[in-house]
């Protein structure tokens, strides 16, 4: 009787150790795909961050582009006003001496 419950003992330790075996494996692989899911999201917010950053950068170079454009623009229009404004006294000063020329 003893040898059948030594036995029955030891066959019930050894289930119970395999049972815990299973659980550690179970509960460390549960923990594994958890700290995988973990890393895949941290991946893709850190993805999403750099693309954001990168967004950005291109925005303010654009806007920085643009700037210099209509500085420019503005500088070019400066300049073509000037030239118009001396075409048009030359252009005034002309006319005044015809009419002094017609009317002498």
Do not use: F, G, P
């Amino acid at each position: 009787m003893k040898i059948v419950k030594l036995d029955y003992l030891e066959t019930q330790k050894k289930a119970l150790e395999e049972l815990e075996d299973r659980l550690k494996k179970s509960s460390s692989d549960e923990l594994s795909q958890q700290l995988i899911e973990v890393s895949a999201k941290l991946s893709e917010y850190r993805l999403a961050e750099l693309k954001a950053k990168r967004d950005v950068n291109l925005l303010e170079q654009k806007e920085e582009y643009h700037q210099r454009l209509i500085r420019q623009q503005t500088e070019r229009m400066k300049t073509l006003e000037e030239e118009l404004a001396a075409w048009e006294l030359k252009h005034a000063q002309r006319v005044i001496c015809i009419w002094k020329r017609k009317s002498l």
